[in-house]
């Protein structure tokens, strides 16, 4: 079954049990997958609503640039 797996795809919150579970899944790629990629969603830090559609591109670099660097950790 493990000569089935390609690739992994690991979601992250970046707690410490989503931590554990790349470190799992890092362990699990290694002679077993060709590659593994994180996952995460990013929730914007202010309430979205119908009338407030353009978030401004600031926001957006900012909160990649945060977790680029967490995902960087990791």
Same mark, same amino acid.
């Not at 079954?1 to 970046?14: G, H």
């Not at 931590?19 to 830090?45: F, K, Q, W």
């Not at 202010?46 to 640039?65: C, E, I, K, M």
């Given at each position: 079954?493990?000569?089935?797996?390609?690739?992994?795809?690991?979601?992250?919150?970046?707690?410490?049990?989503?931590?554990?579970? !790349?470190?799992?899944?890092?362990? /699990?790629?290694?002679?077993? @997958?060709?590659?593994?990629? $994180?996952?995460?969603? &990013? +929730?914007?830090?202010? !309430?979205?609503?119908?009338?407030? /559609?353009?978030?401004?591109? @600031?926001?957006?670099?900012? $909160?990649?640039?945060? &977790? +680029?660097?967490?995902?960087?950790?990791?």
């Amino acid at each position: 079954m493990l000569e089935s797996i390609r690739n992994i795809i690991v979601p992250t919150d970046f707690s410490e049990l989503s931590e554990a579970a !790349v470190r799992s899944a890092a362990r /699990l790629a290694r002679g077993h @997958a060709e590659s593994m990629d $994180l996952l995460h969603v &990013v +929730r914007l830090p202010f !309430v979205h609503t119908s009338y407030d /559609l353009n978030v401004p591109q @600031a926001v957006w670099d900012g $909160l990649r640039d945060e &977790v +680029r660097v967490q995902m960087d950790g990791l």
